[in-house]
């Protein structure tokens, strides 16, 4: 399996309605936030929160939802309002946790619509678990995104059996 290309055609990123307001005050790029130092904002952008939400159910073994049926954000695409620097190891990490949830023998697991599809379905049970820990302890935003990548990287080498001959 070769790395899949995120930015090819349109996907819609998704999150619960009822967190995207109240996610406003940790990122940096709102104007909610003005309140917090940089430090207190954990998230620069929003798909940096989703991006962490989709790690925080993995991490936390919470299953996806059945259906995304959250409100869309933002566009990853090709287009010039489409998401900005959609960087190629989130690609990979989603990649990754397809493979995890599909099968590396699934057809699923190659096809970005089916990855992005995953992506929201565990943002959408993810995000609220994420706030509400975000809000009870003000400590773990400071961490920051790299966080992220640790959670799945400890998902893929619990897993490294899986993974065995793959590409990306």
């Known amino acids: 399996m070769t790395g899949l290309t995120f930015t090819g055609s349109q996907h819609k990123l998704l999150l619960p309605p009822d967190t995207r307001e109240a996610v406003n005050s940790w990122i940096k790029q709102q104007a909610v936030s003005s309140h917090r130092s940089p430090d207190q904002t954990a998230f620069?952008?929003?798909i940096d929160f989703w991006f962490m939400s989709i790690a925080w159910a993995?991490?936390?073994?919470?299953?996806?939802?059945?259906?995304?049926?959250?409100?869309?954000?933002?566009?990853?695409?090709?287009?010039?309002?489409?998401?900005?620097?959609?960087?190629?190891?989130?690609?990979?990490?989603?990649?990754?946790?397809?493979?995890?949830?599909?099968?590396?023998?699934?057809?699923?697991?190659?096809?970005?619509?089916?990855?992005?599809d995953l992506a929201n379905r565990y943002a959408e049970v993810g995000a609220p678990a994420l706030l509400e820990v975000l809000r009870e302890q003000d400590n773990l935003a400071m961490?920051?995104?790299?966080?992220?990548a640790d959670i799945f990287s400890l998902v893929v080498e619990e897993n490294s059996h899986e993974y065995r001959g793959l590409v990306f």
């Open 44 to 46: 620069s952008r929003l």
């Open 58 to 116: 993995v991490h936390h073994d919470l299953k996806p939802a059945e259906k995304a049926t959250g409100k869309q954000f933002v566009n990853l695409g090709p287009n010039q309002n489409d998401i900005r620097m959609f960087e190629d190891w989130r690609g990979d990490l989603l990649t990754v946790l397809a493979v995890y949830e599909f099968g590396h023998d699934s057809k699923d697991a190659s096809d970005v619509r089916k990855v992005i």
């Open 143 to 148: 961490p920051k995104l790299y966080v992220a």
